[in-house]
T-cell receptor, first 109, second 113 residues
Framework: KNEVEQSPQNLTAQEGEFITINCSYSVGISALHWLQQHPGGGIVSLFMLSSGKKKHGRLIATINIQEKHSSLHITASHPRDSAVYICAVRETSGSRLTFGEGTQLTVNP | NAGVTQTPKFQVLKTGQSMTLQCAQDMNHNSMYWYRQDPGMGLRLIYYSASEGTTDKGEVPNGYNVSRLNKREFSLRLESAAPSQTSVYFC????????????FGPGTRLTVT
């Protein structure tokens, strides 16, 4: 079993839909990262959080440390949101990240 | 301010050939990382350097060597390439302390035939 599990693996939505991507992890962590990988391959960091909730534009990330679970929400989805979304955790010891396999999101117009 | 740069962007090697992937960052970061990304798998850490002058093995170090040439540059060498090393390679850097955010290069797509 992977230390970081994402669901779903693939997600297709219509423009305007509310989207949720889930991440569960099995180790103790000091922080959880959400990253976005564009079709061209570039990876950018969206959020880093250790508790509660963060919002940036139409993106919202939440984490429940007790349940070892995080969600990434996208409101009013748009075709330009089509990308792979990656969850990664930083364990309590050290600065290394462990990554989930990613969720391929496709938003159709 | 270019962030993290990687060269080359694409490379095709024959089995047994050697090559070095170059990575440089201009953010004065202490820590640098090399990952590989394969279909159906998450990014996996090959080697990392917590600070200039130090390197450590990650999850999948076999078949690779690294050099932290200075604070800016961290290279990854394949001494004798194998088809199993066909992958997309990403370099990343972070300041090594809070907030630990990692910044990624654009990636190198390597094919070994």
């Amino acid at each position: 079993k992977n230390e970081v599990e994402q669901s779903p693996q693939n997600l297709t939505a219509q423009e305007g839909e509310f989207i949720t991507i889930n991440c569960s992890y099995s180790v103790g962590i000091s922080a959880l990262h959400w990253l976005q990988q564009h079709p061209g391959g570039g990876i950018v960091s969206l959020f880093m959080l250790s508790s509660g909730k963060k919002k940036h534009g139409r993106l919202i990330a939440t984490i429940n440390i007790q349940e070892k679970h995080s969600s990434l929400h996208i409101t009013a989805s748009h075709p330009r949101d089509s990308a792979v979304y990656i969850c990664a955790v930083r364990e309590t010891s050290g600065s290394r990240l462990t990554f989930g396999e990613g969720t391929q999101l496709t938003v159709n117009p | 301010n270019a962030g993290v740069t990687q060269t080359p962007k694409f490379q095709v090697l024959k089995t047994g050939q050697s090559m070095t992937l170059q990575c440089a960052q201009d953010m004065n970061h202490n820590s640098m990382y090399w990952y590989r990304q394969d279909p159906g798998m998450g990014l996996r850490l090959i080697y990392y350097s917590a600070s200039e002058g130090t390197t450590d093995k990650g999850e999948v170090p076999n078949g690779y060597n690294v050099s932290r040439l200075n604070k800016r540059e961290f290279s990854l060498r394949l001494e004798s390439a194998a088809p199993s090393q066909t992958s997309v390679y990403f370099c990343a850097s972070s300041n090594g302390g809070e907030p630990y955010e990692q910044y990624f290069g654009p990636g190198t797509r390597l094919t070994v035939t």
